[in-house]
């Protein structure tokens, strides 16, 4: 139990467009995703939190205008790259905490999108 | 702010027993955790303590826990080459709020 998926898991695009990324949380409601950004060899930089429904809070330092966040249903959150460009090339990783017993007090992680920006 | 420090990297043999340390600096910690990541993945959760517990044992991990010296240790008996990968440690002060990540140490395992 407590899947989350990620799509796509790579992902190669032009300087310049917008990415899309999933964050689908599979066997269980996740009231609160979470979205990572981990640098190679680095841990993880925490993004952006979002609740079901509501608009994502944002860490320091993030802009809000560039890395969209929608958190439409309890188990569905994306990530949108707008407007992408070489140095948001990254290894983005979302988890979900959910409602149910069990799934309350952790966060569970998606396999993560590789992203590459020519 | 939190901090949470961990060594960088860890060699050992086939067999023998691993000890993955951290430290944190929050005293309000409440939930303390080790996560998995196998390269190009995603973290894998392997277990997580309460800061009211000593001690949590699950198959060949077994975590410490030191509350005194804000010290977190992960122990995993027989280590098998699989379990080579990096273990991040994590704090969070309650189970809803946001967790604070170390940054890793790459556990190698050689046959």
């Known amino acids: 139990g407590a899947v989350v998926s990620q799509h796509p898991s790579r992902v190669i695009c032009k300087s310049g467009t917008s990415v899309k990324i999933e964050c689908r949380s599979l066997d269980f409601q996740a009231t609160t995703m979470f979205w990572y950004r981990q640098f190679p060899k680095q841990s993880l930089m925490l993004m952006a939190t979002s609740n079901e429904g509501s608009k994502a809070t944002y860490e320091q330092g993030v802009e809000k205008d560039k890395f969209l966040i929608n958190h439409a249903s309890l188990t569905l959150s994306t990530l949108t790259v707008t407007s992408a460009h070489p140095e948001d090339s990254s290894f983005y990783i979302c988890s979900a905490r959910g409602l149910a017993a069990g799934t309350q007090e952790t966060q569970y992680f998606g396999p993560g999108t590789r992203l590459l920006v020519l | 702010g939190e901090d949470v420090e961990q060594s960088l990297f860890l060699s050992v043999r086939e067999g023998d027993s691993s000890v993955i340390n951290c430290t944190y600096t929050d005293s309000s910690s409440t939930y303390l955790y080790w996560y998995k990541q196998e390269p190009g993945a995603g973290l894998q959760l392997l277990t997580y303590i309460f800061s009211n517990m000593d001690m949590k044992q699950d198959q060949r991990l077994t975590v410490l826990l030191n509350k005194k010296d804000k010290h977190l240790s992960l122990r995993i008996a027989d280590t098998q080459t699989g379990d080579s990968a990096i273990y991040f440690c994590?704090?969070?002060?309650?189970?809803?709020?946001?967790?604070?990540f170390g940054k890793g140490t790459m556990l190698l395992v050689s046959p």
């Open positions: 994590a704090e969070g002060q309650t189970g809803y709020s946001t967790l604070t």
